[in-house]
């Protein structure tokens, strides 16, 4: 398909095509959580006990630890980290948007009062600017929320809180966890979470006496690990192990689409560059350059849209290894967003992934 058709007022509308930072990093980098936890089986059980006590560190994002530390230890790091997440990403969307709705105003001045082959283009165009206004409006509503539910869950005014994140706001990019995915964990991660510490005292366990076996993706392996102790602390640590596979299922699956949209806003940027130096030699008009930017920004959305998923997929891991993070529902987050353009759905399903961690 054209680029020119991808970009209809529909996909204009409904994925708001423009989102994401020029410099958004992948995760490369390796933290001592990743040197400690995921690698050295006998000292993960002391130092996964120290390092996911403060899981939000592994994002070095010094306005999270802020949200963090200004909540008082409301029980909600998980729904602050997700909509603090979601925020950047929502912000992230408006500039683009609005620089999407710039580049289709300079598209209708250029064609204004010209004969075009097909008129149907200044109709589309029409369209276009009509869908980015609508969007633009919907997600300053959908700002507006997020804000609202880190201010109380950061005790301060709006004002406030808008001002503590201002510079995180203006910074384009989104946070990021300073760790490699791994592709197993330890099985004494497990004697972090609660649920197998109370199945211990309940059945007279020792929960850090856990197999010295893996967790991978692949949950139905979890069968194959005999743990000592009564049968229902047993059903318990395969449960719980189970929980922690499906996590890291699917943070392995989101760092792979991160990769992939990536991988096409580097071939997309190289596109629009070489449209650039075509225009300047008269080989396409600015109209065309206009449309190529557009698809330049199509991809972006796409890659911001990935990182912000990946970014939750490590907040749902690090909840389901037992960092303590107990999250308050956010659903009392504007309800009915959820049909809207641009909505980040994962606000919701972090709640039903952490609330048995």
Known sequence: ?????????????ALAIACASTS???????????AGMFVDHDKARTRARVDTQSWWAG??????????????????????????IALKVKTLELVYLENTR????????????????????????????????????KLKAQRASYIAYLARQCRMSEAALQEMLADALQDKSLPRFAAEVPRE?????????????????????????????????AAEEARDIEVPGKPLYAHAV????EQVAEALQRLQMQS???????????NARAGFESSKQRRDRGEISEVQLMEDYQGLLLDLHVLAAANGELALAWVVLMGSIGSGASIDTVADLQAGQGGQAGQMP??????RKLRNP
């Open 1 to 13: 398909m054209k680029r020119s058709r991808i970009l209809t007022a529909t996909v204009c509308g």
């Open 24 to 34: 958004i990093a992948m995760v490369h980098s390796t933290s001592v959580l990743a």
């Open 59 to 84: 994002f070095e994002d010094p306005a999270m630890d802020k949200l963090m530390a200004a909540s008082l230890g409301g029980n909600a790091e998980a729904g602050i980290a997700a909509t603090y």
């Open 102 to 137: 710039s580049a289709v105003e300079r598209q209708i001045s250029l064609i204004k009062g010209s004969a075009l082959p097909h008129d149907d283009f200044a109709k589309q165009l029409a369209q276009r600017q009509a869908g980015a206004q609508s969007t633009i409006e």
């Open 185 to 217: 964990l330890p099985m004494a991660v497990l004697a972090n979470r609660n649920d197998i510490n109370l199945a211990a005292a309940l059945y007279d366990a020792d929960p850090s006496a856990m197999p010295a076996g893996t967790i991978d993706a």
């Open 238 to 241: 395969a449960q719980a192990r």
């Open 256 to 266: 792979d689409i991160a990769n992939t949209a990536y991988a096409r806003v580097v």
């Open 346 to 351: 994962f606000l919701h399903k972090v709640s």
